[in-house]
């Protein structure tokens, strides 16, 4: 059985990312485990020129690279992903590398109606650069919109058809996870690139 991390993209006490990766959590048990990483806390990312990140980024990177894959629940904040997951993943991509050819699947959930669709298109784009160069599912957006209505007291989703579209993806995912272990051929080569690369080299 694969053994996912959970990244909830914000900080916020009433978070329905959250709400929405521990239903996930709990709803794929019997396919996945799913362990959620707590990023509230950090400290804001200073560049340390000795490159040593502080015990917790450690801990996290080291059960980033120990997964099969992650899951990043993010919302939206002025079209696009809350600062507290970009310093995570500032953190996660200064020294250390666990990102490298990863796994990763993305989902979302907001107040409103459009449920994080620019915010999961931001972090594509995030988790393509040179320091984090993770392997994002392609062609796959969960977007929960109106998420304050959209779970029961139990803590599931009411929506059956949102429900279908999770599991859908979710078993993508599992193929996808498969798939990308194959994908193997220039792994090292990647990973030495992204320990080497440095915008203060660039031209």
């Known amino acids: 059985m694969n053994k996912f991390i959970g990244i909830v993209g914000t900080i916020s006490t009433e978070s329905t990312n959250k709400r929405l ?5 709990q709803h794929f048990a019997d396919q996945a485990t799913i362990d959620l990483l707590d990023i509230s806390g950090l400290p804001m990312f200073n560049k340390p020129a000795n490159k040593q990140v502080p015990k917790r980024i450690g801990e996290m990177a080291a059960k980033i690279e120990a997964a099969d894959g992650v899951i990043i629940s993010t919302p939206e904040y002025d079209h696009s992903v809350p600062a507290v997951l970009m310093n995570a993943l500032a953190w996660l991509s200064y020294g250390i590398h666990p990102f490298v050819n990863k796994p990763v699947m993305i989902t979302g959930a907001s107040f409103g109606s459009l449920g994080s669709s620019r915010a999961q298109g931001h972090l594509r784009i995030i988790l ?15 977007l929960l919109g109106n998420s304050l209505s959209t779970f029961n007291e139990d803590g599931s989703l009411k929506d059956a ?24 051929h220039a792994d090292e080569l990647n990973k030495q690139e992204a320990k080497d690369f440095s ?5």
Do not use: C, H
Not at 131 to 139: K, Q, T, V, Y
């Open 21 to 25: 990766l521990t239903f996930m959590k």
């Open 128 to 142: 393509d650069s040179p320091e984090l160069r993770a392997r994002i599912m392609p062609s796959s957006e969960f």
């Open 199 to 203: 915008w203060d080299k660039l031209d």
């Open 161 to 184: 058809e949102k429900v279908a579209k999770l599991d859908g993806l979710f078993a993508d995912f599992q193929t996808f996870v498969a798939l990308t272990k194959q994908l193997n």
